[in-house]
């Protein structure tokens, strides 16, 4: 049977679809159209547009109003009917109402302490020397005033006035820095001899290109012993341009760099020319943005061991022997300065 079919279908493989499409008039290719839509209408290959005729009579609405929609479901939200209750709304209370139980409020009664006679007695003929002592051998010698020593020189005014608060001293805030940063700059450019100390910090509205102007000035002057620029936010270009001037400049004995924004290679490039500096005495680098890291903090230990001028270095190290390693060198500089000014050189 099987045999007899495909020898049937045999004779379809040559027949020309086109030509046969051709052939047929337009009602005839809606027909077909309607039956290939009612045959196949599952067909995952074809659009979902396409698996089906349009059976819409109504009109394009168009393109999505979000307005007209939201008017639309409000009408017909109106309009529908609500279903009706079965039992109707009287508003009938039923049951009983409610009332919270009331706890009975509980009296505080003060105890009363009773004491021997004796006891009572000698309480009330003691001094206050012997009060005093009574109240350290007992433990609640803390319940003598300020005013009062143990020795009973109190007064009998201060027992009866047992916690007596003490006068707090105001602390205010610390007052702006009052330094003019344009004149500054000035005078270290002229080299005045009158300024020794220079102290910008917390001074946060500097512009870089002011901070590199000090740096440079500073490069040439001869006076200025103490730069201090703590919390000024400066970054690693200023670290970079006051590592040039300690290059040149052989006046300055202490520099303070602390709570800037500087990085592990800001700090390299200070460390660099420190190398090459022996009259710096004292720099602060401390509480930095970002952690300098072991690499930094071994380059600054190896620092100090070959400065021999550095006796105050101001920065908290994370690892212990780099730690250990400028300790050293820090003792081993005031050592020195300590046997020369034994000897009459300083």
Do not use: W
């Amino acid at each position: 049977m099987a045999l007899s079919y495909k020898k049937d279908l045999d004779k379809y493989k040559d027949l020309d679809e086109d030509e046969i499409l051709n052939k047929l008039s337009a009602e005839e290719l809606k027909q077909l159209e309607t039956a290939l839509e009612e045959m196949d209408p599952e067909n995952a290959l074809l659009p979902a547009g396409l698996r089906q005729k349009d059976q819409t009579v109504k009109k394009d609405t168009g393109p999505f109003d979000r307005e007209s929609l939201l008017k639309y479901l409000e009408k017909e939200a109106i309009e529908y009917k609500d279903r009706e209750d079965i039992v109707p709304f009287t508003g009938e209370k039923k049951g009983k109402v409610f009332v919270p139980k009331q706890k009975p409020i509980e009296t505080c009664k003060e105890e009363v302490t009773t004491l021997d006679p004796e006891l009572e007695e000698a309480l009330s003929s003691a001094t206050d020397t012997e009060l005093c002592d009574l109240a350290a051998i007992l433990g609640v010698h803390t319940l003598v005033t300020s005013n009062q020593t143990y020795d009973g020189t109190g007064t009998k005014e201060g027992y009866n006035n047992v916690i007596k608060g003490e006068k707090m001293n105001p602390v205010f805030d610390e007052p702006p820095n009052p330094t003019n940063v344009e004149e500054t700059l000035q005078r270290i450019k002229n080299n005045d001899s009158s300024l020794t100390e220079v102290n910008l910090n917390n001074i946060k509205n500097i512009p870089i290109p002011t901070l590199k102007d000090l740096a440079k000035a500073m490069e040439k002057n001869t006076h200025i012993k103490k730069f201090s620029l703590a919390a000024t936010r400066s970054n690693d270009p200023i670290a970079v341009a006051f590592s040039e001037m300690l290059r040149e400049n052989k006046t300055l004995r202490s520099l303070n760099l602390e709570s800037n924004f500087i990085t592990g290679a800001g700090m390299q490039a200070l460390v660099d020319a420190l190398r090459d500096n022996d009259t710096l005495t004292e720099i602060k680098i401390d509480n930095q943005r970002q952690q300098l890291g072991t690499t930094v903090e071994m380059e600054i230990a190896k620092m100090l061991e070959a400065n021999n001028s550095i006796i105050k270095f101001g920065y908290h190290f994370t690892q212990q022997g780099p730690r250990s390693r400028a300790a050293a060198a820090i003792t081993k500089n005031n050592d020195l300065v300590r046997r020369k000014r034994v000897e009459g050189d300083l």
